[in-house]
């Protein structure tokens, strides 16, 4: 019998091998096969249950490559050596798991919000995620636009924010646009990081399939095909979310990720992103995710610190509430009293 198994093309040059070496080595390993490679497909000759057992084991290192990134004779040896029940183990999918980043590391939703957020991902093209610090908002949005890119569900991935300094002044840092801008884009590029070989994420936004780039810079564009974030939308102006949400394509999804206790628009603007919520929160296909508290996974301490500042808002606000309140009622008795002496 002979059988083509269409390899994947982000795979092939680790699953062959420097000079096909990984595929004499599976020569050896299934001697009954006759096994021929040719661009991205590789051609199998011989007994129908090798041929079976090989194409299983081939689908296993090709996942070992997407996971870990590399391709080692021990991997080889160990993966095409298991037993059936090992085999069966390693070929389950854990459908709690996102994607393997860097090393094989396991990216997963880990808070009921952020599982709530991988679900609506699958149901609507439009997502909110509103929540403090450190609740995985961006990092889960990152994870689900590598997943599809992956997948190839999509062709490209773009991340972007508003260029609005949170107590800095960009124009004293050095360098041209591009150098005043990178260091302020660094939070997602930290979570490309962890989710991609650093040579594949170079080329990848060299090639433009990944793009990062500030908010102002999607005026005029149409996203297709697509998984485009848009990061520290509380600092984002009413017109630039409603140019920025405009700018959707087809085949696209868009993640809108904010905290609206951190805005550092001037006090005489409006965050868009409340406004959106107010706007356009019952609209189908359209979803709002609410992180809290409870959903922080960075260091213990911060949750620790937004409850502090929480309290310490809510009394500021009750204190001037209060003042408010003793300010008006003094203005009451002071015009009861123009009043009588009238």
């Known amino acids: 019998m002979d059988r083509i198994i269409d390899i994947n093309s982000d795979t092939t040059v680790e699953l062959l091998g420097f000079q096909n070496a990984n595929i004499q080595m599976l020569t ?62 390693l070929n389950k999918v854990d459908e709690n798991v996102i994607v393997h980043g860097r090393e094989g590391k396991i990216i997963k939703a880990i808070t009921p919000n952020q599982k709530r957020l991988v679900e609506s991902a699958q149901k609507n093209d439009m997502v909110f995620v509103v929540g403090p610090a450190g609740t995985g908002k961006t990092y889960t ?17 773009i991340l972007t924010r508003p260029a609005v300094e949170a107590g800095e002044n960009l124009g004293f840092l050095p360098g041209d646009l591009r150098d005043k801008l990178d260091p302020y884009l660094q939070p997602l590029y930290d979570a490309l990081w962890d989710m991609i ?17 500030p908010l102002a810079f999607m005026r005029g564009r149409t996203l297709d095909n697509a998984y485009v974030i848009l990061d520290e939308a509380q600092n984002a ?15 696209a999804k868009f993640f809108i990720t904010g905290d609206i206790t951190q805005i550092d628009l001037p006090k005489n603007q409006q965050s868009g992103l409340i406004l959106a919520d107010k706007i356009l929160k019952d609209v189908k296909g359209i979803d709002f995710i609410y992180m809290d508290n409870k959903d922080v996974v960075r260091h213990h301490l911060v949750t620790q610190i937004i409850n502090r500042y929480e309290i310490y808002e809510n009394n500021i606000e009750k204190l001037n509430a209060k003042h408010r309140e003793e300010k008006q009622k003094l203005n009451n008795q002071a015009d009861e009293q123009e009043s009588n002496n009238q």
């Open 197 to 213: 070989p650093m040579q594949k994420l170079v080329n990848m936004m060299e090639d433009k399939i990944i793009e990062i780039a």
């Open 141 to 157: 949005a990152v994870a689900l636009a590598v997943k599809a890119l992956k997948n190839k569900q999509i062709r490209r991935i």
């Open 28 to 89: 050896h390993i299934f001697p009954k096969l006759k096994i021929v490679t040719r661009g991205n497909e590789i051609k199998v000759s011989g007994p129908d249950d090798d041929i079976r057992d090989f194409e299983s084991r081939i689908r296993l290192l090709e996942r070992h490559i997407e996971n870990f990134g590399k391709l080692t004779e021990t991997d080889i040896i160990n993966i095409t050596a298991m037993e059936d029940d090992s085999f069966y183990a």
């Open 237 to 251: 102006t009413s017109s630039q979310l409603k140019m920025f949400l405009t700018r959707m394509g087809k085949n």
